[in-house]
C-alpha cells in the first residue's frame, strides 16, 4: 500500500488533484501555494456570488470584483488552472435571501455560516468532485484532525484566528472531503509563507464584514428585498409600557444598546427580544436579557455516536463568534435536529438567529441555530423553504 | 504538475498566429516611420499599410478604397452600426437575434431584433413583412456564420430583400474568410466586418469593408486617418500581419474539405456514443469547421473544466472576461431548452487540427460527457 501523502490520501502528490477554494485573499492563496509548493495537481476554483457592480452601485460591470481578479493573478504566479464558477443564483437564493428572512423573523443571521453549508460545502464540493478532485481545500483556520473514528473538527492552533464557530454546520461527509491547510498554522506565519512564495496579496487586509454588502450598509440589502423590515413599530419596555417608535426590525439586534432613541430610565436599555409579528422591539435592563435555557435548530452532530446523547452532555459553548465558550448542558430536543441547551450561568443576549456551538475542549461537537424564544413551529432560517409568512 | 499536451479546438474564439502573419510582422518591427509622415520611413509605413489594404480588399472581393482598418470586429461592428445610421440617415437599425454581442450593443430599440428559426437561421419571409411597416430607410445587420453554431445565414438574400425597400445592410463575417469562400459582391451588402485573428492574424486588428459611395460618421474624432473614417495612428504591425494572413486565405479555404470531413467524423462518434447528445443547428447550412454540442445532464463549465484539465481547449458558448457564464443568447433564440443549452460546448478546429487531434478530444470527451469522469462522485 501507497502511504499517505500530507493530506492524508493515499496517492503521490502529483497524483492528487486537489482543488482550492481561492477568494483572492492571502489565506486560500497561501493554500493554493503551499499545495502546489508540495506537487500537488491544484487546480483554483473562485466563486461569483453576486455582482460586484451591482453592490457598490457602480455602473454595470461584467462581473468579476476585484477579488476574482486577485486569486486569477494569484493562480498565474503559481502557474495551476483556475476557474470562475457562477454560483450567483444560488448564493442569492441560499444565502442573502434567507439573510433577509432571518431579519424579518426577528433574528440576528449569520450568513457566513450559511454560505458554508450551501454554496462552499454543497455546491462546491460538488464541482471539486465533478473534475475529478480528490478532495477541496479551504484556507479556513479550523483543524481536521483523524480521530478513532474519523476526521473531527478541530479549533485552529491560532485562537485569535480560530473559524470553527463558522463551520459548525459542516457535515461528517463534507469533512471527509474537506482539508484545511492553515488550521495548525499562526496568521503571521501565513503572511510570511505568502511572502516566501511571491503571492501578490501578502500585504492585503483581511476581508471584513458581510461580503456581499460592500459598503456595510446591510439594512439596505434587507429593506430591499423584504420591505417589511422597515416597517415602523413600537419600541416596549418588558413591563409593557411603549417606550417609542422605530424604523423597522432590521436596525436591531438583541443585546443592542446603542442607537435605540429611548432614555430616561435609570439604568441603560437593551433590546431583549424581537417580536416579528407585532413589529415590537421589547427593551429592557440588562438583567430582563439574561437566559439560561434555550432551543436550537437545525443541530449538526459531530461528535461520538449518532448524536447529543439521550441523558444529554455536558460541553462549553460558544453563542456568538467573538464570545469564549461558557459550560452548559446539551440535551436532545423533542424531533430530530433540535436541541435544549441550558448554561450553569445565565448569559445576557442569547441571540436567536446566531449559532451555538458546542466543544469538548478543542475538538467541535456540532452545534445548532438559537431559536427565537417565542416561535412554536420554528423554522430555522436556512432550512425555510419559501418566504416566511409575516403578518 | 506537468500539464498534458495541448489540444487547440477553440479556432472561433481566436486562431493561432500563422507563420506568414508573424514573419509579415516581424518585419514591420523594423520599419520606424509613421505611416502619415512625408520621409522615406513614414512611405515605407504607409506602404506596408497599403500593401495590406489591398490584400484585405482582395479577400472581400473589394477595392482597397472601401477598407478601413479598426482595432478589430467589435470597433468595425460599432463603426458600421452607429456611422452608418448617422452618415446615411437611417431611421432604424434591425439585427438578427444571434447576432455577437458587438452588434446587438449597439441596437438602441427592443423591436430591433429578427427571429431565427431552430437552426438559428433569420425568417426572411419575416423580415420581408417587418421591412413593409418600417421607416426608410433602414440598416440590417445579419452575420454571415454564427461564432457559435457556424450556421450560415442568407445574406445575400436578405440583402436583395433590404435593397428593395431602400435600406443599407451590414454584414459581420468574421468567422467566415479561410472558411467560406464570399465577397462583398456575391453577398450584395454594403459594408462588412472582418477581424484578422480569426484567419491567423494578429489580435486586435480588424476592418470594415464599405461599398464606395457610402459614408460613416466616425465613431471618435482625431487626425482623419483612414479618409477621416478612423483617426488614430495606423496599427502598422498589426495591419501588415492582417495583411499576410489575408493572402493565406485560398490555402485555408483549400483545407476546408479536410476539416469539414474531421468535424464529420467527431460529429458521428458523439451521437453514437453519448446517448441525448444534440448536435445545433446540424441542418443548417453551416460552416466546416464548428460543432455546438449538447449533452444531457453535464454542465459545459464542469466539461470545459475537465476538457482543459486534459489539455484540450474548448469553449462554452459566452463566457465573461472573469469566466462567469451565462446561457447562450444564440441557443436561446433557437428555442433550445435551458437545459440543454446549461449543457453546451462549443468546439471549433483550424487549419492545423489534425485527426490525431480530433482523437485525442473524443477520448478525453466522451467519458465527461457520459458522466464517468471525475470519479469520485
Known amino acids: 500500500m501507497t502511504t499517505l501523502n500530507t493530506l492524508g490520501i493515499a496517492k503521490p502528490a502529483n497524483k492528487t488533484r486537489v482543488v482550492v477554494a481561492m477568494s483572492g485573499g492571502v489565506d486560500s492563496s497561501v493554500t493554493a501555494g503551499i499545495l502546489a509548493r508540495e506537487g500537488y495537481d491544484v487546480v483554483g476554483f473562485t466563486m461569483q456570488l453576486y455582482d460586484h457592480g451591482a453592490a457598490v452601485k457602480s455602473a454595470k460591470s461584467c462581473c468579476a470584483g476585484q477579488d476574482i481578479y486577485d486569486a486569477k493573478r494569484v493562480a498565474d504566479a503559481l502557474n495551476i488552472p483556475h476557474y470562475v464558477l457562477d454560483y450567483e443564483a444560488t448564493f442569492q437564493k441560499d444565502v442573502i435571501e434567507k439573510f433577509a428572512d432571518s431579519y424579518v423573523a426577528g433574528e440576528t443571521p449569520i450568513p457566513c455560516v450559511l454560505c458554508n453549508q450551501t454554496v462552499k460545502f454543497r455546491d462546491l464540493v460538488k464541482a471539486a468532485r465533478d473534475i475529478g478532485g480528490d478532495c477541496l481545500a479551504t484556507g479556513h483556520y479550523v483543524q481536521r484532525i483523524i480521530g478513532a473514528h474519523g476526521p473531527e473538527l478541530h479549533r485552529a492552533v491560532d485562537p485569535a484566528r480560530d473559524q470553527s464557530y463558522f463551520l459548525f454546520a459542516t457535515t461528517r461527509a463534507q469533512l471527509d472531503y474537506l482539508r484545511f491547510p492553515l488550521g495548525g498554522m499562526m496568521k503571521p506565519e501565513a503572511r510570511s509563507l505568502a511572502k516566501q512564495l511571491n503571492i501578490a496579496v501578502a500585504d492585503k487586509p483581511d476581508s471584513q464584514d458581510i461580503c456581499f454588502v460592500p459598503t456595510g450598509r446591510y439594512t439596505d440589502i434587507v429593506t430591499k428585498l423584504r420591505p417589511e423590515a422597515a416597517q415602523p413599530g413600537e419600541i416596549v419596555h418588558v413591563d409593557g409600557r411603549v417606550m417609542g417608535l422605530h424604523k423597522g426590525v432590521v436596525n436591531y439586534t438583541v443585546g443592542q444598546r446603542r442607537g435605540l432613541g429611548v432614555g430616561g430610565e435609570a439604568d441603560p436599555l437593551y433590546v431583549v427580544r424581537i417580536d416579528p409579528t407585532t413589529a415590537r422591539v421589547i427593551v429592557g435592563a440588562k438583567a430582563d436579557m439574561l437566559r439560561d435555557a434555550f432551543k436550537l435548530t437545525g443541530v449538526n452532530w459531530l461528535g461520538a455516536g449518532e448524536g447529543i446523547a439521550p441523558e444529554g452532555i455536558r460541553a462549553n459553548v460558544k453563542l456568538r463568534s467573538t464570545q469564549p465558550p461558557i459550560a452548559a448542558t446539551i440535551l436532545p430536543g423533542d424531533v430530530p435536529g433540535a436541541a435544549n441547551v441550558v448554561l450553569d450561568e445565565p448569559e445576557a443576549a442569547v441571540t436567536p438567529g446566531q449559532a451555538c456551538v458546542f466543544y469538548d475542549g478543542e475538538r467541535v461537537l456540532g452545534g445548532g441555530w438559537i431559536a427565537r424564544e417565542d416561535a412554536k413551529a420554528f423554522v430555522p432560517h436556512n432550512m425555510r423553504k419559501e418566504k416566511a409568512a409575516v403578518t | ?377
Do not use: W
Open chain 2, 1 to 377: 504538475m506537468t500539464r498534458p499536451q495541448l489540444i487547440y479546438l477553440d479556432h472561433n474564439a481566436t486562431t493561432p498566429l500563422s507563420p506568414e502573419a508573424k514573419a509579415a510582422m516581424s518585419a514591420a518591427f523594423e520599419v520606424p516611420g509613421n505611416p502619415s509622415s512625408i520621409h522615406r520611413a513614414g512611405r515605407a509605413a504607409r506602404a506596408l499599410v497599403e500593401d495590406a489594404r489591398e490584400a484585405v480588399a482582395a479577400l472581400a472581393g473589394a477595392k482597397p478604397a472601401d477598407v478601413v482598418f479598426t482595432a478589430g470586429g467589435t470597433e468595425a461592428n460599432a463603426l458600421a452600426l452607429r456611422g452608418l445610421v448617422r452618415a446615411m440617415g437611417c431611421r432604424a437599425a434591425l439585427c438578427s437575434m444571434v447576432e455577437h454581442p458587438s452588434v446587438i450593443a449597439n441596437m438602441t430599440d427592443v423591436e430591433s431584433f429578427l427571429a431565427v428559426d431552430a437552426n438559428g437561421v433569420v425568417d426572411v419571409a419575416a423580415l420581408q413583412q417587418r421591412l413593409k411597416n418600417m421607416p426608410s430607410p433602414v440598416l440590417v445587420s445579419v452575420m454571415l456564420a454564427n461564432n457559435e453554431t457556424g450556421a450560415l445565414q442568407p445574406v445575400a438574400e436578405i440583402a436583395r430583400l433590404v435593397h428593395e425597400a431602400g435600406g443599407y445592410v451590414h454584414c459581420d463575417a468574421v468567422q467566415a474568410p479561410g472558411r467560406l469562400s464570399f465577397s462583398l459582391a456575391s453577398l450584395g451588402v454594403d459594408a462588412l466586418t472582418l477581424s484578422a485573428h480569426k484567419f491567423g492574424g494578429p489580435k486586435g486588428v480588424g476592418a470594415l469593408v464599405m461599398r464606395a459611395g457610402l459614408k460613416v460618421t466616425p465613431l471618435f474624432e482625431g487626425g482623419g486617418q483612414e479618409k477621416s473614417r478612423r483617426s488614430g495612428t495606423e496599427n502598422v504591425i498589426g495591419i501588415a500581419g492582417f495583411g499576410a494572413a489575408a493572402k493565406t486565405v485560398p490555402q485555408r479555404l483549400s483545407a476546408v474539405a479536410k476539416i469539414a470531413s474531421l468535424r464529420d467524423g467527431i460529429e458521428a462518434r458523439i451521437v453514437q456514443s453519448v446517448p441525448g447528445a444534440v448536435i445545433h443547428a446540424k441542418s443548417a447550412a453551416r460552416l466546416p469547421n464548428t460543432i455546438c454540442v449538447s449533452v444531457p445532464g453535464v454542465a459545459s463549465q464542469t466539461q470545459v473544466i475537465q476538457l482543459d484539465l486534459a489539455g484540450v481547449c474548448v469553449s462554452t458558448g459566452s463566457a465573461c472576461s472573469s469566466g462567469k457564464i451565462s446561457l447562450s443568447h444564440v441557443l436561446k433564440a433557437m428555442g433550445v431548452a435551458d437545459e440543454l443549452t446549461a449543457t453546451a460546448i462549443r468546439v471549433s478546429l483550424g487549419v492545423e487540427t489534425t485527426e490525431a487531434d480530433a482523437n485525442a478530444f473524443l477520448e478525453s470527451y466522451i467519458p465527461i460527457a457520459l458522466g464517468q469522469a471525475g470519479g469520485n462522485a
